[in-house]
């Protein structure tokens, strides 16, 4: 028996897939304080033209690249805890905002669901 996959369904799936793609495609990227602005807005420009992206909105916590950087070279490599991402997705009449962003109780740069909706309302 096959199970209704919901719009909102696909909704969050291609919101994950967003977010994962973005996480492994530029973690490691090389950045220095002078590189952060045209980084955050490749970033932006690269995942904006998938499928089902309605928004998204990068930033780079800049102090903690500044804590990072090696002093002989000036630079260091993006980490995810370094991210702030916002996205959204449109699925023909859902919307899943969704975020990646470092959660210092975890110690981890976390993924999650903020919110899911209509565009009908």
Not at 27 to 40: F, K, N
């Amino acid at each position: 028996m096959m199970e209704n996959i919901t719009d909102r369904d696909n909704a969050l799936f291609e919101a994950g897939i967003k977010l994962g793609a973005l996480y492994h495609q530029f973690t490691g990227s090389p950045i220095s304080l002078r590189t952060a602005d045209s980084l955050e807005r490749a970033i932006q420009d690269s995942i904006s033209v998938q499928p089902f992206v309605k928004s998204i909105r990068v930033s780079i916590d800049r102090s903690m690249v500044r804590s990072k950087l090696n002093s002989e070279f000036g630079y260091c490599e993006l980490e995810g805890r370094m991210l702030d991402v916002r996205i959204t997705v449109s699925y023909n009449s859902v919307l899943a905002d969704v975020r990646l962003a470092y959660d210092a109780g975890l110690n981890y740069p976390l993924m999650k669901i903020e919110k899911v909706y209509s565009s009908e309302n």
